[in-house]
């Protein structure tokens, strides 16, 4: 069965062929504009327009390699790719709300209220970072705080994949109903091996294969209790959040209201 209905698999389709104009149009109004400072235009030109670049080809590669409507197990090679992108995916998502942060500081002159430089472990969007945070307009400040649960799951994901495991895309699922039938047949698999019986072996592994089916999730591991992530959709609806995060910063810089 279908994991996505029909129509959220049109309106995936439909915005995915929207990524990369957008995707261009956000990088030319970063790489076009006038600066202030070279720290400023160092973070948007090699930070983040090159970083929504690449947000935007992992997208691609994401949705062509997997394509949401899979339900069969997909190619060991597909996996490992798509693996490789959901990781640098959320990586660069995460280093693109650095470069903002980053930006704001050095374009406004953003310091502590003491007068003293922001320390770097301390600059960036979430409300850990207290100094950049106050120093928004109360438009910003009220809209940062609405992303609180994105920054969230952004920060959880991004520091499990730098300092504790990877990113995992579980190859296949099971049926917890099939699960006696599929280990079972493992074990099966096991003895045929021991005894040289290759076809038995061959016969029994494309059984049990066939209990397995495809789920589009991503986690830190099997064994992390949170529900997965939906990442088809989810890349999707990082790219948008970071495209408007991108466009308010901006706004925020020039003194217009967001």
């Given at each position: 069965?279908?994991?996505?209905a029909?129509e959220?698999?049109c309106?995936?389709?439909?915005?995915?062929?929207?990524v990369?104009?957008r995707?261009?149009d956000?990088m030319?109004?970063?790489?076009?504009?006038?600066?202030?400072?070279s720290e400023?235009?160092e973070?948007a030109?090699?930070?983040?327009?090159?970083?929504?670049?690449?947000?935007?080809r992992?997208?691609?590669?994401i949705?062509?390699?997997?394509p949401?409507?899979?339900?069969?197990?997909?190619?060991?090679?597909?996996?490992a790719?798509?693996?490789?992108?959901?990781?640098?995916?959320?990586?660069?998502v995460?280093?693109?709300?650095?470069?903002?942060a980053?930006?704001?500081?050095?374009?406004?002159g953003?310091?502590?209220?003491?007068?003293?430089?922001?320390?770097r472990?301390?600059?960036g969007?979430?409300?850990?970072?207290?100094?950049?945070?106050?120093?928004?307009?109360?438009?910003?400040?009220?809209?940062?705080?609405?992303?609180d649960?994105?920054?969230e799951?952004?920060?959880g994901?991004?520091?499990?994949?730098?300092?504790?495991?990877?990113?995992y895309?579980p190859?296949?699922?099971?049926d917890?109903?099939?699960l006696p039938?599929?280990?079972?047949?493992?074990?099966?698999?096991?003895?045929?091996?021991?005894?040289?019986?290759?076809?038995?072996?061959?016969?029994?592994?494309?059984?049990?294969?066939?209990?397995?089916?495809?789920?589009p999730w991503?986690?830190?591991?099997?064994?992390?209790?949170?529900?997965?992530?939906?990442?088809?959709a989810?890349?999707l609806?990082d790219?948008?959040?970071?495209?408007?995060?991108?466009q308010n910063?901006?706004k925020?810089?020039?003194?217009?209201?967001?």
């Amino acid at each position: 069965m279908p994991y996505f209905a029909e129509e959220d698999l049109c309106r995936m389709r439909d915005e995915r062929e929207t990524v990369e104009r957008r995707s261009d149009d956000l990088m030319s109004e970063f790489v076009l504009r006038s600066y202030t400072t070279s720290e400023g235009r160092e973070y948007a030109v090699n930070g983040i327009a090159r970083r929504l670049q690449t947000i935007a080809r992992c997208i691609d590669r994401i949705h062509a390699l997997i394509p949401p409507e899979t339900e069969m197990v997909p190619a060991a090679d597909d996996m490992a790719d798509v693996t490789i992108f959901v990781q640098a995916h959320v990586f660069n998502v995460f280093g693109l709300t650095e470069n903002l942060a980053l930006l704001w500081v050095h374009e406004k002159g953003v310091c502590k209220p003491n007068g003293g430089s922001i320390g770097r472990n301390l600059i960036g969007l979430t409300d850990k970072c207290m100094d950049v945070r106050a120093s928004f307009p109360a438009d910003l400040q009220a809209y940062l705080g609405s992303l609180d649960p994105w920054f969230e799951y952004l920060t959880g994901y991004r520091h499990s994949l730098g300092h504790r495991v990877p990113l995992y895309v579980p190859p296949y699922s099971i049926d917890p109903d099939d699960l006696p039938l599929y280990h079972d047949l493992g074990r099966r698999m096991q003895l045929a091996a021991r005894d040289g019986d290759i076809k038995g072996y061959g016969r029994l592994q494309s059984e049990q294969i066939s209990k397995a089916f495809f789920r589009p999730w991503m986690k830190h591991s099997l064994d992390d209790p949170t529900p997965p992530i939906i990442f088809h959709a989810q890349v999707l609806a990082d790219f948008a959040t970071v495209e408007q995060l991108s466009q308010n910063t901006l706004k925020a810089i020039d003194g217009k209201p967001i």
